[in-house]
T-cell receptor, first 115, second 114 residues
């Protein structure tokens, strides 16, 4: 079956530091990949996505590249801000998985950015 | 309108109460979802509706009863819940079941069962 593995958190960084949150996946088909962000007390917001190999998703300074050869979709940002503090979820959607047509989430990584 | 709206935002209910959670979207999405999220955990899928028909029921207890009155609305009826059902309940929608463009989530209903 499909699965998503994220690095354990929390990740604690100082403002303006470089961010990487690792995400690897297992899928039987050709999934689309997503990063969602959840701020405290809120629902999930789509941060970025990539639908095929070598695609790069980007939004609000965050980037992630769909790497089929390493089955990875690592999230990066060059300079984090305190306002980026949140929980980040990596997820996949595999439309060829007939019995499981829904998003598969990773366990989430909490990011704490200190001033 | 690019939002999924959930009401109420907060709900406290007793174990003998009956209540309903509501979800609405006007993006023309044909797939809608209910998720349950416990603290510090990822969302867990409960139900999937596609073209107003129940597509997936993830072995959810019968005290949770979903309803899709039309393509824009999704309800979750609650009856005889247990304290362990306290969680954030999230509604989401997508263009269709392939979800190639991802889901749009509502901000959730925080449910406390006392």
């Amino acid at each position: 079956g499909n699965s998503v593995t994220q690095m354990e958190g929390p990740v604690t960084l100082s403002e303006e530091a470089f961010l990487t949150i690792n995400c690897t996946y297992t899928a039987t088909g050709y999934p689309s990949l997503f990063w969602y962000v959840q701020y405290p007390g809120e629902g999930l917001q789509l941060l970025l996505k990539a639908t095929k190999a070598d695609d790069k998703g980007s939004n609000k300074g965050f980037e992630a590249t769909y790497r089929k050869e390493t089955t990875s979709f690592h999230l990066e940002k060059g300079s984090v801000q305190v306002s980026d503090s949140a929980v980040y979820f990596c997820a996949l959607s595999d439309p060829t998985d007939m019995g499981r047509r829904a998003l598969t989430f990773g366990s989430g990584t909490r990011l704490q950015v200190q001033p | 309108d690019t939002e999924v709206t959930q009401t109420p935002k907060h709900l406290v209910m007793g174990m003998t109460n009956k209540k309903s959670l509501k979800c609405e979207q006007h993006m023309g999405h044909r797939a809608m979802y209910w998720y349950k999220q416990k603290a510090k955990k990822p969302p867990e899928l409960m139900f999937v509706y596609s073209y107003e028909k129940l597509s997936i029921n993830e072995s959810v207890p019968s005290r949770f009863s979903p309803e899709c009155p039309n393509s824009s609305l999704l309800n979750l009826h609650l009856h005889a819940l247990q304290p362990e059902d306290s969680a954030l309940y999230l509604c989401a929608s997508s263009q269709d079941l392939t979800a190639n463009y991802g889901y749009t989530f509502g901000s959730g209903t925080r449910l406390t069962v006392v």
